[in-house]
């Protein structure tokens, strides 16, 4: 094990001429967002062991949300937005984040502009690498080719756009597309639902991971995520990002 700190030259097939540092000690990761603005997304619902993509209202397929409160909101990190789906229970979204091979290991919420009983109460995440997210109406996605990560419940604030809830939990493994459901809403659990879920903004945070255990350790480029293989140690010298990896 390295026992002080050494820069070395590290080769990326995304980004050219950039350095980085190597840490020998184990370090925790900063989390960074993992889902973003633009990522591939789908909203629909879970039935059994079955995800079916909704549609927008008028859209040829079941009618789940507003043309404006569709699900790439929830992912967007703007409270003005929201996603609402018009089945209560099991409502929720695939995606598969551009940000490229990730290991989640928590969630960010951000309540909605109003009606508090549409709140989620509860979550349940997978993680899949042989499926990609699809926002094709009708299209199904089999839990058979997830594995859970985590679930539990979801103790949102009743105050509109807030921001300070999140949930973290332990996930060893790395995934590139995940399955985000809400079994049940503060309406559903109080029995006074009118029968829809609302979010402003449901975030899957984490770490990139790059084969032989190294997980990220920075958040000044999500761009270094995009490849999942490093190449070490020769790169020509020069300027660069400097990104500091904790080895694992």
Same mark, same amino acid.
């Given at each position: ?18 350095s ?9 990761? =900063?989390?960074?967002?993992? #889902?973003?603005a +633009?990522?591939?997304?789908g909203? +629909?619902?879970?039935?059994g =062991?079955?995800?079916?993509?909704g549609?927008?209202?008028?859209? +040829?397929?079941? @009618? ?11 992912? @967007? ?9 018009? %089945?209560?229970?099991?409502? $929720? ?11 989640? #290991? ?9 009606t %508090? ?14 499926? =990609?997210? =699809? ?9 058979? @080719?997830?594995?859970?990560i985590?679930?539990? !419940? ?19 493994? !790395?995934?590139?597309?995940y ?7 503060k $309406?559903?659990v109080?029995?006074?639902? @009118? ?8 975030i ?7 084969s032989?255990? #190294? ?10 995520? !995009? ?7 020769? %790169?020509?010298? +020069?300027?660069g ?8």
């Amino acid at each position: 094990m390295l026992t002080q700190r050494r820069c070395f030259a590290l080769r990326c097939a995304m980004v050219l001429a950039a350095s980085y540092c190597l840490v020998g000690a184990p370090s925790s990761a =900063s989390a960074l967002n993992i #889902t973003a603005a +633009g990522d591939p997304i789908g909203g +629909g619902n879970l039935a059994g =062991s079955i995800f079916t993509i909704g549609s927008p209202d008028g859209g +040829g397929g079941t @009618d789940l949300w507003p043309t404006t409160e569709t699900p790439a909101n929830s992912i @967007d990190g703007n409270s003005a937005t929201k996603y609402l789906n018009r %089945i209560a229970t099991n409502s $929720g979204y695939i995606v598969t984040p551009a940000f490229g091979v990730s290991k989640v #290991t928590g969630i960010a919420f951000t309540t909605a502009n109003d009606t %508090i009983s549409r709140d989620p109460a509860s979550y349940a995440l997978y993680g899949s690498n042989t499926v =990609s997210a =699809s926002s094709t109406v009708n299209a199904t996605f089999n839990l058979s @080719d997830f594995t859970m990560i985590s679930s539990g !419940n979801i103790a949102l604030s009743d105050t509109r756009l807030d921001s300070t809830v999140s949930v973290a939990f332990a996930n060893a493994l !790395n995934y590139t597309t995940y399955l985000l459901v809400f079994p049940t809403t503060k $309406g559903t659990v109080n029995s006074n639902s @009118d029968g829809t879920m609302q979010i402003a903004d449901a975030i899957l945070t984490g770490t990139g991971a790059i084969s032989g255990g #190294t997980t990220w350790a920075s958040t000044s480029d999500t761009s270094w995520a !995009n490849s999942a293989n490093w190449n070490p140690p020769s %790169i020509p010298s +020069g300027q660069g990002q400097s990104v500091s990896f904790g080895v694992t």
